[in-house]
Antibody, heavy 121, light 107 residues
Framework: EVHLVESGGGLVQPGGSLRLSCVAS????????MHWVRQSPGKGLEWVAN????????YFEDSVKGRFTISRDNAKKSLYLQMNSLRAEDTAVYYC??????????????WGQGTLVTVSS | DIQMTQSPSSLSASVGDRVTITCQAS??????LNWYQQKPGRAPKLLIY???NLEIGVPARFSGSGSGTHFTFTISSLQPEDIATYFC?????????FGGGTKVEIK
């Protein structure tokens, strides 16, 4: 059974940094594109970033470009999101999600339970 | 970026009713459209991919149709366990974008 478990969320001051992690199990992690999607409290879903199987391709939503970095460690079956220069508008539940094996843009067929990031002074 | 406009934003219906949600893309996306269900406090769950294909294990009362810019999601007979928010999502290109969601409640 596929499982994705995020961690690393918490309260951080504006301008601060946070690193989210997502550990995968139940599938061959290294075969899939992986994504981060966020959801502000009571609001809709916003795609944040994705990364290809070997980490050589990454894409970001415009508002996080230059501030967020996505990476992965296939040996550890782990996905990461390094978030720097955090702003109040980055406050959200962050989900990791599994994409496809062939395309950067795809459906997201499995999601983790999410980790809450709160940016506030 | 492709904008996804979903309507209505909320609806209230009785058990057994037919429920329809629409999603309009700001440009043609072929059939690169998915539908998700999100229950309170839970992660989204993929229900329908490629506009009309039911994910394994999803009840047949859920269906989707459409192509290009106009898409429809239907629950043929609303059940109490269907109370949730439903989102459409395009994957024609990056950035992936989602509709604003439709909150479905029981009347």
């Amino acid at each position: 059974e596929v499982h994705l478990v995020e961690s690393g969320g918490g309260l951080v001051q504006p301008g601060g940094s946070l690193r989210l992690s997502c550990v995968a199990s139940g599938f061959t992690f290294s075969n899939y594109w992986m994504h981060w999607v966020r959801q502000s409290p009571g609001k809709g879903l916003e795609w944040v970033a994705n990364i290809n199987q070997d980490g050589s391709e990454t894409y970001f939503e415009d508002s996080v470009k230059g501030r967020f970095t996505i990476s992965r460690d296939n040996a550890k079956k782990s996905l990461y999101l390094q978030m720097n220069s955090l702003r109040a508008e980055d406050t959200a539940v962050y989900y990791c999600a599994r994409g496809e094996d062939v395309a950067a843009a795809s459906d997201l067929d499995y999601w983790g339970q999410g980790t809450l990031v709160t940016v506030s002074s | 970026d492709i904008q996804m406009t979903q309507s209505p934003s909320s609806l209230s219906a009785s058990v057994g009713d037919r429920v329809t949600i629409t999603c309009q893309a700001s440009e043609g996306i072929g059939k690169y459209l998915n539908w998700y269900q999100q229950k309170p406090g839970r992660a989204p769950k993929l229900l329908i991919y490629d506009a009309s294909n039911l994910e394994i294990g999803v009840p047949a009362r859920f269906s989707g149709s459409g192509s290009g810019t106009h898409f429809t999601f239907t629950i043929s007979s609303l059940q109490p366990e269907d109370i949730a928010t439903y989102f459409c999502q395009q994957y024609y290109n990056l950035p992936l974008t989602f509709g604003g969601g439709t909150k479905v409640e029981i009347k």
